[in-house]
């Protein structure tokens, strides 16, 4: 059975009006106020603002948060629903190894967010093995995709990604020690059918990709079925690089 990340309350509908200061964003809300939320994104969020178009915003409840709701989805160009928080991409993750979703790990136990390794003491999302002895661990890298450039075509990374850059040689790094790693594409765009690297955007990513991948690293990408009340991973796309 699949375990589904389900948001509660579901999320509020509003019209996205414009992001700026790269983590705010202005939306009217379903009463027509207008109200200034947190934009969970670091990238440019290419084709995924679309003025005046229908998104969705989750509400919190905290007293600290100078701004109390969060952007969850849009509606990106071409009319497709896109979730642009990227820190839900771990959370999907996670849950879709615990459940099987994901059949290349789904015979891992045991899951440690935040392994440091590799050069520069890079962070990797999660590090699996099978038990606490077990001694073929494997690391896992997560990036959350929501540029499509052309119909069905999905993208990574949608601006120049140092920290991209430093994870992939942290990746290939592990496999040369003979580790197992994996590079994760987390895509949260109902239209995107393949995943490859942005070389128009970053030719330094898809460079270290394509050597990640000719050195071992397992580069697997996996869709998101997106809703106001549940999110989930449900199924494999194709990597194309």
């Not at 009319?79 to 979703?101: C, D, P």
């Not at 040689?169 to 994996?182: D, H, P, T």
């Not at 490859?196 to 970053?202: G, L």
Request: hydrophobic share 40%; net charge neutral.
């Amino acid at each position: 059975m699949q375990f589904i990340m389900k948001i509660s309350p579901k999320l509020e509908r509003g019209i996205l009006l414009k992001r700026y200061k790269r983590f705010l964003a202005d939306i009217k809300t379903s009463s027509g106020e207008v109200i200034t939320v947190h934009c969970p994104n670091t990238g440019s969020m290419r084709h995924c603002l679309v003025p005046n178009s229908p998104c969705w915003y989750s509400l919190s409840d905290n007293p600290k948060r100078k701004y109390p709701n969060t952007l969850e989805l849009v509606t990106a160009e071409g009319n497709y629903r896109a979730g642009i928080n990227t820190g839900r991409a771990n959370h999907l993750v996670k849950e879709a190894i615990i459940n099987g979703t994901i059949k290349e790990l789904a015979h891992y136990q045991l899951i440690k967010p935040e392994a440091v390794c590799g050069i520069d003491n890079s962070r990797i999302d999660f590090l699996l093995s099978e038990s606490d002895a077990d001694s073929r661990e494997c690391f896992v890298e997560v990036k959350n995709v929501t540029l499509m450039e052309a119909p069905g075509e999905g993208y990574f990374p949608d601006s120049v990604s140092d920290r991209g850059a430093k994870h992939l040689r942290a990746l290939s790094e592990l496999v040369n020690q003979g580790k197992r790693a994996v590079l994760l594409f987390c895509v949260q765009h109902a239209g995107i059918e393949t995943v490859s690297p942005a070389d128009h955007i970053d030719p330094l990513y898809g460079e270290l990709l394509r050597k990640a991948a000719a050195d071992g690293v397992e580069i697997l990408a996996y869709q998101a079925r997106l809703t106001v009340s549940n999110i989930a991973l449900n199924r494999p796309l194709p990597v194309v690089y």
